[in-house]
């Protein structure tokens, strides 16, 4: 069988495990017409000898297949790609960090757009590196797809053999590339330093308005810190007073400024502290938000927001799964004018 006899040739890439390789091989020539429905599976014995694996590791290969529902056993007669009846559907393994607006927006989208045959599911790592690699490792094989936001993980040996155990056309990653992966995967991500730079120097006569820029970082949502550079490079090339400060809870903000706040906590202190000194906002003070939600189009008559168009970022790795193919988009960040600006 084709299938087996191009296996013997990429065996060798020991970072991924030999019964893993496999099984990444079968899914493939499944979603690719090679495998049909109803085609006979070598027996354990066969593919052990032709591949020159152990038995074990061929069993545990059928064993994950047949937990995917690609394969099935029929006894004293073999393994069998799964008829059309098993009605088999892609599972989708979708990782991130914690479930922020800004994440439950991307996979809202990504859920609604890929379809009903697709299932979903999502785990948090807690921005923990150790749970990154243990839920990864657990699910190995589980899955068709692997649609990860791998944010505060660093680009350390452990963490990059771990995704690189996942087979690059199975895996996506949202928002933030790992060089170390060398785009063997799919990948959408923001270049969010070069594009806060570019949305905001777009409306730059807006923020002539005002005497100074203030950067309201936070620990309680994640943000790339190449944020922090385009806002300063902005900054410095238009000759902008700026701060960067740690949150606005015992802050109190400042006739002539402009706040961007990465979270929703610091936009409702700024809305207090502005309406407590009876500022106008879009004329005493601006207040811009990174990313939008629901109420913030209505909120204290309007909030200006950056976005990095989380809706759009979902439907594009949604294509990726529905058409089959590695894909690396950049996502451009856009912004939103309203009153508080």
């Not at 059309?84 to 960090?97: D, E, H, P, W, Y």
């Not at 199975?170 to 785009?183: P, V």
């Amino acid at each position: 069988m084709k299938t087996f006899a191009e296996f013997t040739k990429i065996k060798s890439d020991s970072k991924t495990p030999k019964y893993q390789q496999l099984v990444n091989v079968l899914l493939t020539d499944i979603d690719n017409g090679v495998l049909k429905s109803g085609d006979r599976l070598p027996s354990i014995n066969e593919a052990s000898e032709e591949c020159y694996l152990s038995r074990d590791t061929v069993e545990r290969a059928y064993s994950e297949l047949h937990r995917l529902g690609v394969v099935t056993s029929i006894f004293r007669k073999g393994y069998f790609i799964s008829g059309q009846s098993a009605k088999i559907k892609t599972k989708v393994l979708f990782l991130v960090g914690k479930i922020s607006e800004n994440n439950k927006a991307i996979f809202n989208a990504f859920v609604n757009t890929v379809g009903k045959e697709v299932v979903v599911d999502i785990c948090t790592y807690n921005y923990k590196s150790d749970n990154f690699r243990e839920i990864i490792s657990n699910n190995l094989g589980n899955y068709h797809y692997y649609v990860i936001m791998p944010h505060l993980i660093e680009e350390t040996e452990e963490n990059i053999k771990c995704l690189k155990k996942i087979s690059g056309e199975r895996l996506i990653l949202l928002d933030k590339s790992l060089t170390s992966l060398q785009s063997n995967n799919s990948s959408i991500v923001c270049n969010t330093g070069e594009e806060i730079f570019r949305v905001m120097q777009q409306h730059v006569r807006i923020f002539k308005k005002y005497k100074s820029l203030n950067l309201v970082l936070t620990e309680e949502e994640y943000f790339d810190s190449e944020l922090i550079t385009g806002f300063r490079e902005f900054c410095e090339l238009n000759a902008f007073d700026f701060q960067v400060l740690d949150g606005l809870q015992d802050e109190t903000v400042e006739e002539g400024h402009v706040y961007l706040t990465m979270d929703d906590a610091d936009l409702v202190a700024a809305i207090k502290s502005a309406q407590s000194q009876k500022f106008e906002l879009g004329k005493d003070i601006g207040l811009i938000s990174l990313n939008d939600s629901c109420y913030k189009e209505i909120l204290a008559g309007g909030i200006s927001i950056i976005s990095t168009q989380p809706n759009q970022m979902g439907q594009l790795a949604s294509q990726i799964i529905k058409e089959g193919k590695r894909q690396n988009n950049s996502m451009p960040m856009e912004m939103i004018l309203r009153k508080s600006l």
